[in-house]
């Protein structure tokens, strides 16, 4: 029999009392998380958001509570009201901050019952997530979770506050519009008012920020949704947040200096340290030294060992003298066995025209002069894992060789980012010996400790990439392709190189990268309707698709368009990074499965034929 709640109202949360409160009569309300029967002595484990409280349910004190606390359950909603007392000292539970207290419960409302649940909240780890996303609202009751949510809100109010403080408006753009690219695909709405025609959800807000810099609105940010069909992957999900923002007459340091203003702040409402300026580095110089675009800082980079070999070392090797030799460097993992390093060798990308040279010991009995030297010029401690990744001899693979002073070729990017890429997993796979990312989840996981405040600039490596190839080469095609959304400016001083070089021309497009992942992009963008119009001609897109896809800004941007930049920044990633998540299903209350299933809701689902028809659609078989 379930009780009524009448008038009664929770006094405290199961997180708030303490022994000074001793005596207090109290009432807490919240989830019975655990429940233990020693006969004449029934304690209930309860628990909110806050904490948890233990309530005891003494057949002589509260002779009608007690026998119902005999029939309550895990997750049953209970009211408990009773006196606060001390714990006998040998009862206090130090690693429970109410664990100096319990409720001597006089009376007990059992408000609510339970099915036995799937799984119960009251346990740390459940392995099965597609029962946890099925049952989402048992799976956000854990303290894992709760703790997720709590410092997500923490972090998105750090933000706006801080935003707001440096005069930038938060304005809502539609859900409903146009395409808008981003280098994925839309999703579509269809229109039952006008049929055949189809609105899409937006990819970013990009061209409603940039309209609202026309419309003089100086400074604007939204913590949005924002929708792209691609592959899913644990970092990506169809809908996703960004912090978006925008400004009028920036220079790219004063996106910057923005951003870092608001990361810093993010962090620290966390209770973590984030030291500013971040590091800048050029697209280029990322990929000689890291392989990558979006380096993690926590592991030493490439180091270029070429002078270690002479040109006839390198011919017998098979190496490419013309592309790039580096090294790659995992400290601490110490020798690596043959069947290990056989193991590794499927987590090399070989279709990139690189080879790699994993058995240093091999290498030393022929060139035992050129082994010393590339430890030598690599850094490396005896105990360091050593690979080599060179540009493979005989296969040439098809990529561009175009390049200009001091930029990397397409060729060259190739060899460097099969390096990069196989430093990441090796860096991931052997975690455990570098040791490198434990200083990471030490931080995360005591926010706001001497040790955090110290270890900040450790545990968060934050950079910028700048100066991206405005251009990437496509091999199919042989044509030269958009990197980035086509409102990005070039260099200024790169424009007469639009059509005659495509491959020297920079974007003013930037990146800002944390940890080895991606955190957002951005750029100064274009603010004149004749060198718009340039690009989209030298991307491809005829004057008469631009006008049908942008006509509407292509006119806009006559009307006094004044230069402008902005970002957007993945907030769901920032609030995963500070979770020490794995994945960004555990900071979305209600994220989508691989296969963009919301398991919860059963969606996305059939319709009835009849909405079908209002809108116009008649579904084809599947082939
Ligand atoms: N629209 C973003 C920008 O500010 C980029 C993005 O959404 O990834 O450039």
Not at 55 to 73: F, M, N, Q, T, Y
């Amino acid at each position: 029999m379930l009780d009524f709640l009448g008038t009664h109202q929770r006094t405290h949360t199961c997180g708030e009392l303490r022994a000074a409160d001793a005596g207090k009569t109290v009432t807490l309300m919240g989830w019975v998380n655990r429940r233990r029967d020693h006969g004449n002595l029934i304690f209930l484990d309860l628990r909110d958001r806050y904490g948890i409280t233990q309530i005891v349910l003494d057949k002589e004190i509260s002779p009608e509570g007690h026998p119902k606390a005999e029939h309550v359950r895990p997750e049953y909603v209970i009211a408990a009201i009773g006196k606060v007392r001390s714990r006998g000292a040998d009862a206090i539970n130090p690693k429970m901050p109410t664990g100096e207290i319990e409720i001597a419960a006089t009376e007990l409302l059992v408000l609510n019952d339970s099915k036995v649940p799937p799984f119960s909240p009251a346990e740390d780890a459940i392995q099965n997530e597609e029962v946890r996303l099925k049952y989402r609202y048992l799976d956000l009751r854990r303290h894992e979770m709760q703790h997720n949510f709590a410092i997500r809100h923490k972090i998105a109010l750090a933000i706006r506050e801080y935003l707001s403080a440096q005069g930038f408006y938060e304005i809502e753009t539609p859900f409903l519009t146009a395409s808008t690219p981003e280098g994925a695909r839309d999703y579509l709405v269809p229109s039952r008012v006008s049929p055949g025609t189809f609105y899409a959800l937006p990819q970013s807000p990009q061209l409603f920020k940039q309209i609202l810099m026309i419309s003089g609105m100086d400074k604007y940010f939204q913590i949005v949704r924002c929708f792209r069909d691609e592959d899913l992957r644990a970092d990506r999900q169809p809908e996703f947040t960004q912090i978006d923002l925008e400004m009028t007459f920036p220079q790219q340091e004063t996106v910057f200096a923005v951003v870092e203003g608001f990361m810093a702040a993010a962090f620290a409402a966390v209770g973590i340290a984030l030291p500013t300026p971040f590091p800048r580095i050029a697209y280029d110089e990322a990929m000689r030294q890291f392989g990558i675009d979006k380096p993690d800082l926590r592991l030493p980079g490439l180091t270029d060992i070429r002078p270690a070999f002479t040109a006839e070392q390198l011919q017998s090797l098979g190496i490419d003298p013309a592309l790039p030799v580096v090294a790659v460097r995992i400290p601490k993992v110490g020798e690596l066995s043959r069947k290990e390093r056989d193991d590794n060798r499927p987590l090399f990308e070989s279709k990139k025209g690189a080879k790699l040279i994993d058995d240093l010991k091999r290498l030393e009995k022929s060139f035992p002069e050129a082994v010393e030297k590339l430890r030598e010029l690599s850094g490396a401690a005896a105990d360091d894992l050593l690979v080599i990744v060179a540009g493979d001899a005989a296969t040439h693979i098809e990529a561009s060789d175009t390049k200009f002073a001091g930029r990397l070729s397409e060729r060259e990017i190739a060899v460097l980012s099969a390096a990069g890429n196989f430093r990441v997993e090796l860096a991931r796979k052997y975690a455990d010996r570098h040791g490198a990312f434990a200083v990471t989840d030490a931080v995360v996981h005591a926010p706001g400790t001497p040790d955090a405040l110290a270890d900040g600039a450790l545990a968060f490596r934050p950079l910028w990439v700048t100066d991206f190839p405005m251009f990437e080469h496509d091999p199919e095609t042989g044509s030269w392709q958009p990197a980035h959304h086509p409102f990005t400016s070039p260099h200024e001083e790169d424009m007469d190189r639009l059509v005659s070089d495509p491959a020297s021309v920079r974007a003013r497009y930037y990146d800002i990268a944390m940890n080895g992942l991606e955190l957002g992009s951005g750029s100064i963008r274009i603010h004149r309707q004749d060198i718009q119009q340039q690009i989209f001609r030298a991307l491809g897109i005829s004057d008469e698709e631009a006008k049908k896809r942008f006509g509407f800004f292509l006119e806009a941007l006559q009307y006094g368009t004044p230069p402008h930049g902005g970002i957007a920044l993945g907030l769901d990633r920032i609030v995963m990074i500070l979770a020490g998540a794995s994945s960004l299903r555990e900071v979305i209350a209600f994220p989508k499965t691989a296969k963009a299933i919301d398991l919860m809701v059963d969606a996305p689902s059939t319709v009835r034929e009849s909405q079908l028809k209002e809108l116009h659609i008649r579904p084809i078989a599947r082939e």
